[in-house]
Nanobody, 126 residues
Framework: VQLVESGGGLVQAGGSLRLSCAAS????????IGWFRQAPGKEREGVSC????????NYADSVKGRFTITSDNTKNTVYLQMNSLKPEDTAVYYC????????????????????WGQGTQVTASS
């Protein structure tokens, strides 16, 4: 199982980035995918997730209306479109493969996620 994130970088506040999470080594559309981030000195937090069971998505309150998660099964890739970036979005962003549940997906517990990428740095400067 391998997850590889890309697309991070340095942008000015208000700018946009699109992160990619390319998956290999497992049946991509059998598992949920989550995006998490960790800022310096802070705990890792859930940002967004995508449910394979019903296609539902979930977002942290801090990114609702600005970030969008999508999945392209033909490319085994999940994307996180990030618009109107703020300095407080600065963090290392990770994607993770997680267990499916009856409906939706879980953002507030990492225990559902069992494979992680190496992370990609996102910096939004003020």
């Amino acid at each position: 199982v391998q997850l590889v994130e890309s697309g991070g970088g340095l942008v000015q506040a208000g700018g946009s980035l699109r992160l990619s999470c390319a998956a290999s080594g497992f049946t991509f559309d059998d598992w949920n995918i989550g995006w998490f981030r960790q800022a310096p000195g802070k705990e890792r937090e859930g940002v967004s997730c995508f449910s394979r069971t019903d296609g539902r998505t979930n977002y942290a309150d801090s990114v609702k209306g600005r970030f969008t998660i999508t999945s392209d099964n033909t490319k085994n890739t999940v994307y996180l479109q990030m618009n109107s970036l703020k300095p407080e979005d600065t963090a290392v962003y990770y994607c993770a493969e997680g267990a499916t549940i009856i409906d939706g997906c879980i953002l507030d517990s990492e225990s559902y996620y069992f494979s992680w990428g190496q992370g990609t740095q996102v910096t939004a400067s003020s």
